[in-house]
């Protein structure tokens, strides 16, 4: 699954998704809560990789973290920047975001590693710890499962991911995981989160 593929998929969807998932208020209170505590322990500039119709950087920067979102989908982009003009964002994807080295002081990776088959994903997690300062934060929100494995997302194709072995990649990448966290609520996917340090 290319990002060309990926993007094309979420640009014929777009409105859809931000009508569904375009506000934090559509999001669960636990995940807003962790959001939130994970970016003010953050000392710095904090990057919202593929911040989709932005909701997440603006929840940020309302917060008075200073935040920048980073989409590769042209729709959400247009969207962010009409939305929420007074915060930044700029188009980019893995595994090349186009911003200097050790540039961030953590990154929001809010289920924006689901959509990239294993065989890609260490490039990406490569990527992240090349942006992210050492002592840095990464917040990484994703499917769990019990194995690594392709299922059709409602928009394209997505992989769950075991924790363990997440964070074991991460740790591969330049990462110690500190935490993490799942839960598994009726009638919708199960969420897990892994919250890492740059080493």
């Known amino acids: 699954m290319t990002n060309v593929e990926v993007s094309a998929a979420y640009a014929a969807r777009a409105a859809e998704y931000i009508d569904l998932f375009g506000t934090t208020d559509a999001a669960h209170e636990a995940d807003r809560a962790l959001i939130l505590g994970w970016a003010r322990g953050v000392d710095?500039?904090?990057?919202?990789?593929?911040?989709?119709?932005?909701?997440?950087?603006?929840?940020?920067?309302?917060?008075?973290?200073?935040?920048?979102?980073?989409?590769?989908?042209?729709?959400?982009?247009?969207?962010?920047r009409r939305r929420f003009p007074a915060v930044p964002f700029r188009g980019?994807?893995?595994?090349?975001?186009?911003?200097?080295?050790a540039s961030a002081a953590g990154i929001l990776s809010w289920y924006s590693l689901i959509h990239l088959p294993p065989a890609e994903l260490e490039a990406a997690l490569t990527e992240l710890a090349r942006v992210i300062r050492p002592g840095g934060g990464l917040l990484v929100g994703f499917f769990p499962g019990e194995r690594v494995e392709a299922f059709p997302?409602?928009?394209?194709?997505a992989w769950f991911w075991p924790v363990d072995e997440l964070g074991r990649l991460l740790s591969e990448a330049g990462f110690r995981v500190i935490a993490t966290t799942s839960r598994a609520d009726q009638g919708v996917r199960p969420h897990a989160a892994i919250t890492a340090v740059r080493v």
């Open 153 to 157: 997302h409602a928009v394209v194709t």
């Open 92 to 101: 980019g994807n893995l595994p090349d975001l186009g911003v200097p080295d």
């Open 44 to 80: 710095g500039p904090v990057l919202d990789v593929g911040s989709g119709p932005g909701h997440w950087t603006d929840f940020l920067v309302r917060h008075g973290v200073e935040a920048e979102g980073i989409e590769m989908v042209p729709e959400f982009l247009e969207h962010a």
